[in-house]
Every structure is written in structure tokens, then in C-alpha cells.
């Protein structure tokens, strides 16, 4: 395992991880899922004396969760990061409070959403000045050597990247940056459960920095759950000793940058 992807799962294990994913992927509660009304009295219960913890739980018990939320899948599969994430589970028992008993008992019966609009988040994040320096248009990025973020679409920096650091893939890219006179791209993506499309977001990004044939430090910036220990193929993937990719939470990427 990398040191930055062991940092990284570290990180999720010990520390407020999702409290502190909160500010790079901000992500809106919307979508009413289904739930278990065999649970309803011991959910109502919790509801009632407003005990947090209790009621996410319980609610982390039924097949479906009552509302949208990218954190929930993380919180089923590691059920020892609720106490680690007050914020997270004060946030998640916020909306149920707001929605009411009412709501989430009329609700019930709808399907589970699945559409996330998670992917612009990551740039909002680089021009909050969160690594320290904020992106730059083009004309300045390439005017000096000096530490840089190329604040572009995934397809100027795929262009750019074509054009100056053999990157051949027609895929865009969330990253392109220059620390210490060195080139660093990457792609940046939240994966907030196991299988099916996160499965190929994981894939897609693990192409990228297989590619030996790129003149720039490549990266995977993951979050999410392939840092739960598991029998599942993302963490079966990072945790390969063999394997020494540099993949890595967004939380620790500024550390890593001004390392280089």
C-alpha cells in the first residue's frame, strides 16, 4: 500500500473523516427513501427524544434509508464511523427532524434515487484557496514556474495535458498542477458505495495512473468507501502490497503536494 493511501485509510479509521469530506463534497440531502415500518416505534421513539445517534442507526438497519445522502452508504458499512462523525450524524438527524414523522412515514413507499451531482464539487473546493494557492487560467499557469492549479474544464485540462505530458486518454481530467516544478494530474471522485457504476468510477480513475507513459505525477484522489476494510475489490485493490500507485482522500492531498 502507497504511504499516502495508507494516510488516507488512517484517516477514515481514526479520525472525523466525513465530517471533515463535508467541505469538499457538500452534497444536498433530496431524495426520500423507503423504510421498514416493522422499525417505525423504535424509530419513532428516537424521533421523539431527539436522541441522534439512536435514530440514524436504526434508520442504518432497514434495507433503504429515508432520505438521499452520499455519507449513508459509508455509514452502513462502518457503523463505528457514527461516533466519530457527530457532525455528519447531527447534519443527517437535522433533515429527518426537519422533514417530520409525517413526511418520512409518507414517504416511505417511494423509490430509492440514485442521481448524485457530485462531480463539480472537487473544483468548487480548489478555488476556495483549500490547497493554498488558488487555480489560474491558462495564460498565467504556463507564464510562470512558480507553483500553480490550472483552473480549466475537464477538457482544457485534458488538451493541456495531451499537449505537454503525453496523456492520451479522452477522458477529462479534475487536476492539473505544478508543485516544485513538477507536473501533477489527476482525477478526483466520491465513491459513495460498492459495485455497479462506483465500481467503474474506481476503474476509470486506476487507468489513469497505470499509464507509465504520462510525463507527470499521476494521481487518484478517491474518497469514500474503498477505505473500509473489507473482502470488496477497491480496498482488496489499495491495499495490494505490490502496488505503490499514488492514490489518496482529497484530505491529505495538500500534504502531499508540498512535499513534492
Not at 106 to 119: A, Y
Not at 176 to 182: D, I, L, P, S, W
Amino acid at each position: 500500500m502507497n504511504y499516502w493511501t495508507k494516510l488516507s485509510t488512517e484517516y477514515a479509521k481514526q479520525k472525523s473523516y466525513l465530517d471533515d469530506l463535508f467541505q469538499v463534497y457538500p452534497t444536498i440531502p433530496e431524495g426520500i427513501r423507503e423504510i421498514d415500518n416493522d422499525k417505525w416505534k423504535t424509530i419513532k421513539e428516537a424521533f421523539n427524544h431527539k436522541h441522534n445517534e439512536r435514530l440514524v442507526n436504526e434508520l442504518l438497519k432497514m434495507d433503504l434509508f429515508p432520505i438521499k445522502d452520499s455519507y449513508i452508504a459509508y455509514l452502513k458499512r462502518d457503523k463505528s464511523a457514527i461516533e466519530r462523525n457527530p457532525k455528519t450524524i447531527n447534519r443527517i438527524a437535522g433533515r429527518l427532524y426537519e422533514m417530520g414523522l409525517n413526511k418520512i412515514y409518507e414517504k416511505c413507499s417511494e423509490p430509492k434515487e440514485t442521481n448524485r451531482q457530485i462531480g463539480p464539487m472537487f473544483k468548487q473546493w480548489l478555488k476556495k484557496k483549500s490547497l493554498g494557492i488558488m487555480p489560474v487560467p491558462f495564460n498565467k499557469f504556463i507564464s510562470t514556474k512558480k507553483d500553480a492549479i490550472l483552473d480549466g474544464t475537464d477538457s482544457e485540462m485534458m488538451v493541456f495535458a495531451k499537449k505537454e505530458l503525453n496523456y492520451n486518454r479522452n477522458k477529462g481530467l479534475d487536476l492539473v498542477a505544478r508543485f516544485n516544478g513538477k507536473y501533477v494530474i489527476g482525477e478526483a471522485k466520491f465513491l459513495t458505495d460498492f459495485g455497479g457504476h462506483q465500481n467503474t468510477q474506481f476503474e476509470d480513475a486506476i487507468s489513469t495512473i497505470e499509464d507509465t507513459n504520462i510525463n507527470a505525477i499521476r494521481l487518484a484522489i478517491l474518497d469514500g468507501v474503498l477505505y473500509i476494510s473489507g473482502n470488496n475489490k477497491m480496498y482488496k485493490y489499495i491495499s495490494n502490497p505490490y502496488k505503490d500507485y499514488k492514490i489518496m482522500s482529497a484530505l491529505v492531498l495538500r500534504e502531499f503536494l508540498y512535499q513534492l
